[in-house]
């Protein structure tokens, strides 16, 4: 009975699916929990923080990473709140550039919804070479802190890169139907990690902790722009911890019921990245002795405070090795995505050799090509991490920006079309003001984020301290106009809508509609000329 009801549950969103324009090709395995699992494991939330708290202790100190982080967790649940409300009317792995194309105006739907597609799936490539860089940046703090004459060359650190991003290609690849287990695992695995460690650490340094007032109000400016601005730019920490909660939306054709689950999983996995984050760094902040030594020491901040609460090398590693586990889980889990948004993109006609990238492994049950597009460009910016670590880290920014783009395009024409564009029977939806406030502060933050996460981190500024990231985003939105030009509007359609399903509300296409009338019950969505 059970497995009858999945059935039909699974037939439902297919043809659901194929109203929106697309064939059901991949496997419908994950569950609520397993999905809650992969979009946390990409969050990694108190990993990602730990891993990253270079950039608050200077900018602004620890009331820079304990109010930075709920700053930015509010502001990026505003962010999650608005595209639920798309995800749950259109649930499509295209996300972001498929519902840029539903809703805009007809004369520029299509150019719109390219250059969106460009952006998210540039910035998930990108942000695929994220893990892999802060799980290398683990063993090589490891290596410094057993062997204190041990001098780190770029090319220990591309090894290592190389080795996390293999063992993703494998999971991700041959073993496919045992992902949603995976995901589980990381789940458990980043929880459990969590409370053991904040545990011990507090255990092992009572009671020689750092006052309240230092973990909660101790503020630190050694970046030399102003002091409110250095606080603001710490709040990149932040914002980089819980960039990627739209994974969700690109895994969302292999997840049963997904215009109810995946916006619940959207939206939980910032809460729940956002409580652990908190308690996690208030424990870490309590008990660091002193925090120069946790800015500038060669193993890293994450490693000098386990040392600091163990007095231990041998504790400190036993417990790094929850945090190194999780960038296991969080490669694998970002190449997953990153991979499912190229062959969206790619279904759509949208990249370079759209066919072969579109195409689904018979026997794998995955996009194989997709994958191994995405691990050879991690492996291209592995490369130029060897050449320069300036220009990588201006790639990974540029990602974050990308994707801090993506989500403020479709609240943004929602609010210029009067929010009238969405289905009134859609699962999620913002109440009248609260979604006006909730898209507004969307677009709001995404601007703000895109400006501080170009400026250079400190002054004065020099070649070697230069934010290159506007260079690479600059080079993304080239690229995706160029080709826009040359041949997007010649061959790029964009999705692929069902006319039937479009009359009956359940979807909306690419020509550009009426806003919705929010009174009826069911959407009266019809091809308009152009506006």
Known sequence: MKDQRRQSIVAQDAAALANLGHKQELKRNFSLISMLGLGFAILNTWTALAASMNLALPSGGPSSVIWGLMVAGVLNLCQAASLAEFLSAYPTAGGQYHWAAIISWRSWSRSISYVTGWISTSGWVALAATGSLLGSQF?????????????????????????????????????TRLLPYFTKTAFFWSMAGFVIISITILACASPNYQPGSFVYGKFINEVGWPDGLAWLLGLLQGAFALTGFDAVAHMIEELPQPQIEGPR??????????????????????????????????????????????????????????????????????????????????????????????????????????????AGW???????????????????????????????????????????????????????????????????????????FVFPPEVPVSSDNMNYCI??????????????????????????????????????????MEPVDQQTSTSKAVPHDEK
Request: glycine share 8%; net charge neutral.
């Open 139 to 175: 063993v090589i703090s490891i290596i410094s802190l057993l062997h204190a004459d041990y001098e780190s060359a770029p090319w220990h650190q591309f090894l290592i890169y190389i080795g996390f991003t293999l063992i993703a290609l494998f999971i991700n690849a041959f073993s």
């Open 265 to 374: 999983t959207m939206i939980w996995s910032i809460c729940i990245g956002m409580f652990s984050g908190f308690v996690f760094l208030s424990c870490l902040l309590f008990c660091v002795n002193n925090i120069d030594d946790a800015i500038d020491g060669r193993a890293g901040p994450l490693l000098q405070i386990f040392m600091d609460a163990t007095d231990s090398p041998a504790g400190s590693i036993c417990l790094l090795m929850f945090p190194l586990m999780c960038m296991v889980f969080t490669t694998t889990a970002l190449m997953t995505t990153s991979s499912r948004m190229s062959y969206a993109f790619a279904r759509d006609r949208g990249l370079p050799f759209s066919r072969v990238l579109a195409e689904v492994h018979p026997s794998l049950d995955v996009p194989l090509n997709a994958l191994l597009w995405t």
């Open 378 to 452: 991690v492996v291209v910016f592995g490369c130029i991490f060897l050449g320069s670590s300036s220009a990588f880290n201006a790639i990974t920014s540029a990602a974050v920006v990308a994707l801090g783009i993506t989500y403020a395009i479709p609240p943004a024409i929602n609010i210029l079309r009067g929010r009238k564009m969405l289905p009134p029977n859609r699962a999620f939806k913002l109440p009248g003001p609260l979604g006006w406030v909730l898209n507004l502060i969307t677009v709001a933050w995404s601007i703000l984020m895109t400006v501080l």
């Open 471 to 512: 260079v690479a985003f600059g080079v993304i939105v080239l690229i995706a106009v160029t080709t826009w030009i040359f041949d997007g509007r010649k061959h790029y359609t964009g999705p692929h809508v069902d006319v039937e399903g479009l009359v009956q509300g359940n979807a909306k296409g690419m020509e550009g």
